[in-house]
Nanobody, 126 residues
Framework: QVQLVESGGGLVQAGGSLRLSCAASGRTLISYIMEWFRQPPGKEREFVAAINWSGAPIRYTDSAKGRFTISRDNVKNTLYLQMNSLKPEDTAVYYC???????????????????WGKGTLVTVSS
């Protein structure tokens, strides 16, 4: 079992930055592909970014490219998402997810994830 706890969400003005963290316990993250998803109000959960167990490859959704940076520290068992140039449409609950390493590699499908955190709310005001 892996327990994931997100932190770092909050209220920020458009153009601002936030850094989300996801602390894992139970097992070392080195066995897992780590991903961020988000769920905007009234919408379905969507893929944001993913990072392989070794730190590469990395994948982003188009709206996150150039603004968000995913990283991981396998020693600290922590996943990060640095979010810059935030927009009101980035408002969502952000979830950390873990997927056991697979030959298929990174997946953008929420149903492929093995573990989820409870989420942290990011609100971007205009």
């Amino acid at each position: 079992q892996v327990q994931l706890v997100e932190s770092g969400g909050g209220l920020v003005q458009a153009g601002g930055s936030l850094r989300l963290s996801c602390a894992a316990s139970g097992r070392t993250l080195i066995s897992y592909i780590m991903e961020w998803f988000r769920q905007p109000p009234g919408k379905e959960r969507e893929f944001v970014a993913a990072i392989n167990w070794s730190g590469a490859p990395i994948r982003y959704t188009d709206s996150a490219k150039g603004r968000f940076t995913i990283s991981r520290d396998n020693v600290k068992n922590t996943l990060y998402l640095q979010m810059n140039s935030l927009k009101p449409e980035d408002t969502a609950v952000y979830y950390c997810a873990a997927r056991l390493r697979s030959p298929r590699g990174i997946s953008v499908t929420a149903s492929d994830m093995d573990y989820w955190g409870k989420g942290t709310l990011v609100t971007v005001s205009s």
